[in-house]
T-cell receptor, first 117, second 112 residues
Framework: GAVVSQHPSWVICKSGTSVKIECRSL??????MFWYRQFPKQSLMLMAT?????????EQGVEKDKFLINHASLTLSTLTVTSAHPEDSSFYIC?????????????FGPGTRLTVL | LAKTTQPISMDSYEGQEVNITCSHN???????ITWYQQFPSQGPRFIIQ???TKVTNEVASLFIPADRKSSTLSLPRVSLSDTAVYYC?????????????FGAGTRLFVKA
């Protein structure tokens, strides 16, 4: 149980285009979903936290107009990288939790490798 | 949020027990300690979570002293496939949700 999927697993796009990454909780309802970014040989950096039906809360330094997050249902959250540039190339990972406001285990997706040419 | 400090890297040999210690001096009363494992180009995988004393599951044990300012992940009889990055996290409950901050992690190299 507690499986999280991401789609696509990798994507290559041209500079200036937008890319959408989906995160789905397959066998549970995710009240809270998180989006992380990870550069090579570095740790995961939390980008934003989203609760179903609410606006996402972005971490300091993360541009909300560039990284659009939608958490429209209890099983799906999407991250759209708008007007992508080569510096946005990274490994994007989502996680999902069943509970909000309480400590619960996060279940991570397999990640999406974004390469912007 | 409680910051965590772990060794950057550790080496071990197959069959040995590995203990990775994490310090979290400003852990709060409602915080839990969670350890994750990450292989290259994969999402982190939950290993174990605890609040105090000792927790054991099929893959690891977690030791937390009474003051909870540190914790030790114990991996019994490691194998080559345990080579990975291990993250110690202090997960905090906050109003409206909680957030998790990953530290640098510990790169474990298991040698034959």
């Amino acid at each position: 149980g507690a499986v999280v999927s991401q789609h696509p697993s990798w994507v290559i796009c041209k500079s200036g285009t937008s890319v959408k990454i989906e995160c789905r909780s397959l066998d549970f309802q995710a009240t809270t979903m998180f989006w992380y970014r990870q550069f090579p040989k570095q740790s995961l950096m939390l980008m934003a936290t989203s609760n179903e039906g609410s606006k996402a809360t972005y971490e300091q330094g993360v541009e909300k107009d560039k990284f659009l997050i939608n958490h429209a249902s209890l099983t799906l959250s999407t991250l759209t990288v708008t007007s992508a540039h080569p510096e946005d190339s990274s490994f994007y990972i989502c996680s999902a939790s069943r509970l909000a406001g309480l400590t619960d285990t996060q279940y991570f997706g397999p990640g999406t490798r974004l390469t912007v040419l | 949020l409680a910051k965590t400090t772990q060794p950057i890297s550790m080496d071990s040999y197959e069959g040995q027990e590995v203990n990775i210690t994490c310090s979290h001096n400003n852990i709060a009363t409602n915080d839990y300690i969670t350890w994750y494992q990450q292989f290259p180009s994969q999402g982190p995988r939950f290993i174990i979570q605890g609040y105090k004393t000792k927790v054991t599951n099929e893959v690891a044990s977690l030791f937390i002293p009474a003051d909870r300012k540190s914790s030790t992940l114990s991996l019994p009889r490691v194998s080559l496939s345990d080579t990975a990055v291990y993250y110690c996290l202090v997960e905090s409950g906050e109003t409206g949700g909680f957030k998790t901050i990953f530290g640098a992690g510990t790169r474990l190299f298991v040698k034959a």
